[in-house]
């Protein structure tokens, strides 16, 4: 088993800028990729961005795309998402997810473990 613990969150203008940590701890040697997640109040939990562990490929939701970027520290064990330009719509609980498949996915059932969620606020 896996376990993640997220922090960054908080409370940003628009146009600001925020970076969110995700410290994994566990049989991190079972985890193939890394996700961000996020849910907004009443809507269902969607994908953001995920980073193969070993060789740090990417791959991003077409909305987050040239604002955020996912990179990872393997020997923190620890995943980052950094987000630029954020907007009021980008406004969620973000959470963070590890899947010991080396296929890609953007499924929340296919993802077997998740952190807590850290709240990040997008005022205009």
């Known amino acids: 088993q896996v376990q993640l613990v997220e922090s960054g969150g908080g409370l940003v203008q628009a146009g600001g800028s925020l970076r969110l940590s995700c410290a994994a701890s566990?049989?991190?040697?079972?985890?193939?990729?890394m996700a961000w997640f996020r849910q907004a109040p009443g809507k269902e939990r969607e994908f953001v961005a995920r980073?193969?562990?070993?060789?740090?490929?990417?791959y991003y939701v077409d909305s987050v795309k040239g604002r955020f970027t996912i990179s990872r520290d393997n020997a923190k064990n620890t995943v980052y998402l950094q987000m630029n330009s954020l907007k009021p719509e980008d406004t969620a609980v973000y959470y963070c997810?590890?899947?010991?498949?080396?296929?890609?996915?953007?499924?929340?059932?296919?993802?077997?473990?998740w952190g807590q969620g850290t709240q990040v606020t997008v005022s205009e």
């Open positions: 566990g049989r991190t040697s079972s985890v193939y990729t």
């Open positions: 980073i193969t562990w070993n060789r740090g490929i990417a």
């Open positions: 997810a590890a899947r010991n498949s080396p296929l890609g996915s953007t499924r929340v059932e296919d993802f077997g473990s």
